[in-house]
């Protein structure tokens, strides 16, 4: 089965953005995955199509309104079991193991936001699960969306070309990935690690293993610690 992938959003134009192009889009030209962009202002009942209103108890901006929202997200049908995923700064950071648990599924419903947030009444009713991409802000969910899209997509079964490709790659072994080299032998005075064109694969692997550990201590310790603790239970 296709993994089906529907986006509420304000701009549906802006999908599906860079996923049209390159392996995602061909994968979509072959019908492994799908991509329905909804327009949330065609479910508000007003003539100015209203989605938004001021926060109760003040403040500025502005919140979108639950009524409508809750509108598009049933559009759906009840008996649509994909998650519901609110792209928001304050949800959990997603990690490449959540990803993997989405590409699992039949797909996935995104929730794009913009103003000052979404009425949180919506978010507990639909049981939204909110996810955030960095610790810092955007101007709307989209862009966010669409790099969740993008990690699910490309680890969909026969999307890469060579689906072994995934496996070294940063994150994947809680470490960040070796560094990759490639013709010439040497380049302004620098050559490839001569253990990489050994042909001694047991040695490469260690090498490649190394240099992981290596550039993890150097840039991401907290990578690290997170497995230790997990082997310690």
Not at 119 to 133: F, G, K, P, T, Y
Not at 189 to 215: D, F, M, Y
Not at 221 to 227: G, I, R, S, V
Request: net charge negative; glycine share 12%.
């Amino acid at each position: 089965m296709a993994f089906r992938a529907r986006v509420l959003t304000l701009y549906p134009e802006m999908f599906p953005g860079h996923l049209g192009f390159s392996l995602a889009g061909k994968a979509m030209e072959r019908g492994q995955w799908s991509l329905d962009p909804v327009q949330i202002r065609d479910f508000a009942t007003d003539r100015h199509r209203t989605v938004d209103d001021t926060p109760a108890g003040g403040g500025a901006g502005m919140v979108l309104k639950a009524d409508v929202l809750a509108r598009a997200i049933d559009s759906a049908g009840e008996d649509d079991l994909r998650p519901r995923l609110l792209m928001s700064p304050r949800g959990r950071p997603l990690t490449q193991q959540r990803v993997r648990e989405l590409a699992a599924g039949d797909g996935v419903i995104i929730v794009c936001g913009r103003f000052e947030g979404v009425d949180q009444r919506v978010i507990e009713a639909r049981r939204l699960e909110e996810v955030s991409i960095g610790d810092y802000v955007l101007s709307g969910g989209e862009p966010a969306a669409l790099v969740l899209l993008d990690a699910i997509i490309r680890i969909l079964p026969g999307v890469m070309g060579n689906d072994l490709s995934g496996l070294h790659e940063s994150f994947e072994g809680g470490l960040l990935e070796h560094p990759h080299y490639t013709r010439p032998q040497e380049w302004e005075g620098r050559e490839i690690p001569s253990v990489l064109t050994s042909g001694n694969h047991g040695a490469i692997e260690k090498w490649r293993r190394e240099q992981a550990v290596r550039l993890t201590e150097e840039r991401r310790p907290d990578l690290l610690e997170k497995a230790k603790r997990d082997k310690n239970g």
